[in-house]
């Protein structure tokens, strides 16, 4: 894989880019059991197929994103915002964008 | 050519021959041989696959080959077969840059690696196959201060487990290599070095087919081109796996293969604390002899050292994302080229000849993961990261001894697969990675 699509700065070489892993979900630390907290940092699925990872563009717009990519190949079928911004993004637009400027006014 | 055209060989591989024991090699037959031109006897055989076995490897590199060893040497199980699904070595044990070494961090690491490094010593007559061991001496050198004082400490550690290794300055580094700039004028001037006088480099093929042909004469089966396609699991226990060219009933499986170890252990329903990760090496045209020792460097994430034959061979770190491809990269070439240039910069002018990758299954602490699962019978020697092809004889020895006994040997009993649920981990970083 040469190229990866950033969904802010489009298809940048990939040394700009910094894996961070395997996308998951974070136990709640307040209900979850010993077992289930050091599965969720130590366990992989490690496919050899389609994975959904998050990566960090580390020399470009500094975000986070989540990338599908088929480890055999290194070929990427979609590349989106994480899920959480995503919901930020869609809060924005249903309260005419005042949500995520929380900056007391100040425009930027 | 010859070798591979005698009247025993069979076009697919499968055919069974007739079983012969083969002939210990020895000068007068190199010469008798020479001087006649004749065959030389298969180092090892084509079976047909029996409906059960004893005990099933999976994977056919130094540490199933190894395993299946000295089970039937040391522990009289010989029914046994060792599944491969492309050629025996094809995978790590063929793809490794062949250092062996036990200068780690851990006391546990230590030890276990050191029993690895005193069986390579005497394995060539032991196999009576000349694996071509040399111990030229290791060297891990240190650019900054927080490198220097790991050295110190990972030398006290290995004084005190009686292992010949002491933290030397630029002088000495200059004196065993004389090519290395050990200037002040560098980028990352080298400030010290951890010394490993037994450390060296061997003919890591030359292990595989050794333990091949050693495990073949003692009756064990080597099955290549065979695929595990299915692990058959019923009542918390295994019964057999399934292959490309048919089914084996068996009680014990043993998962002895690098890179595709989460795929196999998916098989069998365990699931692991692995990633995998490719990592690309490169070789040079030969030279002549002038590089004694070998050269590691954690800061310029490179290690070096020169064949036999006087091909340099260069690996790096694991490559920065999870893969199962192994193709090179561009990228990798040129951070390589300078930084060996940096360490040697009178290389400027050798050439590369090729360059591969092979895959490296990282645990989180870097330390393997070995013996028993929550499946009864289905035993792991998996998460070799970037330091499996030295542990391969130890491993075989120890793997083997927890499959005839049924107790884990104490030398393994750190690397348990529970030890990631008891948050009880074996932090091999600061020894077992090049800058990763």
């Known amino acids: 894989m040469i190229l990866l699509p950033c969904p802010y700065c489009g298809s940048r070489n990939v040394s700009e880019f910094r894996y961070v892993g395997e996308l998951s979900t974070r136990p709640d630390p307040n209900a979850t059991n010993a077992e289930e907290w050091r599965a969720f940092l130590y366990v992989r699925a490690n496919p050899a197929g389609w994975t959904t990872e998050t990566w960090f563009h580390r020399a470009g717009c500094r975000q986070h994103f989540v990338v599908e990519r088929h480890t055999v190949t290194n070929e990427v079928r979609t590349s989106r915002l994480p899920a959480a911004q995503l919901r930020d993004r869609e809060d924005e637009r249903a309260t005419g964008g005042n949500v995520a400027n929380d900056s007391g006014g100040a425009t930027y | 050519m010859r070798m591979f055209n005698n009247r025993n060989g069979s076009e697919n591989g499968h055919r069974a021959n007739g079983y012969r024991k083969p002939a210990r090699y020895s000068a007068l037959d190199l010469v008798r041989h020479g001087l006649s031109g004749s065959d030389w006897p298969r180092a090892w055989h084509a079976h047909d696959l029996r409906p059960s076995y004893d005990v099933v490897i999976v994977g056919g590199g130094v540490h199933g080959l190894a395993t299946a060893y000295y089970l039937a040497r040391e522990h009289g199980i010989t029914s046994v077969a060792v599944l491969d699904k492309g050629y025996i070595g094809s995978g790590g044990s063929g793809r490794n840059t062949a250092i062996i070494r036990s200068n780690y961090l851990t006391p546990e690491g230590v030890r276990f690696y050191d029993r690895s490094v005193k069986l390579y010593e005497t394995l060539s007559a032991d196999l009576n196959f000349n694996a071509m061991f040399a111990q030229r001496g290791h060297l891990t050198l240190a650019h900054n201060d927080s490198s220097l004082r790991t050295m110190h400490w990972r030398a006290e550690v290995n004084k005190l487990e009686g292992i010949d290794s002491e933290v030397i300055g630029p002088d000495e580094i200059k004196w065993l290599v004389p090519y290395m700039d050990t200037s002040e004028s560098v980028r990352y001037p080298i400030l010290g070095a951890l010394y490993h006088p037994p450390g060296g480099i061997i003919r890591h093929d030359a292990v595989v087919w050794g333990y091949a042909r050693g495990a073949d ?6 099955h290549q081109n065979t695929e595990v396609t299915g692990i058959d699991v019923a009542g918390g226990r295994v019964r057999g796996v399934k292959t490309s060219r048919g089914d084996i009933a068996t009680p014990i499986v043993v998962n002895c293969t690098a890179g595709w170890s989460t795929l196999i252990s998916d ?46 061979v260069f690996g790096a770190s694991v490559d920065p994302f999870t893969s199962y491809s192994m193709r090179g990269s561009l990228e990798f070439t040129e951070g390589l080229a300078g930084h060996v240039l940096e360490l040697m910069p009178s290389l400027a002018r050798m050439r590369v000849l090729r360059q591969w990758a092979g895959l490296c299954d990282m645990t989180p602490d870097f330390s393997p993961i070995m013996g028993t699962t929550p499946v009864a019978g289905f035993l792991i020697d998996v998460g070799w990261g970037t330091y499996g092809f030295k542990a391969g004889p130890v491993s075989g020895e120890t793997m083997a001894e927890l499959i005839a006994t049924g107790k884990t040997p104490e030398l393994i009993a750190p690397f348990g697969l529970d030890r990631f649920a008891k948050g009880d981990l074996m932090g091999e970083k600061g020894a077992a990675a090049v800058g990763h």
Not at chain 2, 217 to 222: Q, S, T
Request: no cysteine; net charge negative; hydrophobic share 45%.
């Open chain 2, 267 to 312: 098989m069998a329903g365990v699931k692991m604390p692995i990633s995998t990760f490719p990592l690309q090496a490169a070789v040079t045209e030969p030279v002549r002899p002038f590089l004694d020792p070998v050269i590691v460097s954690g800061t310029l994430h490179v290690y070096v050292s020169q064949t036999d034959r006087g091909e340099l």
């Open chain 2, 217 to 222: 004469a003692l009756g064990v089966h080597i």
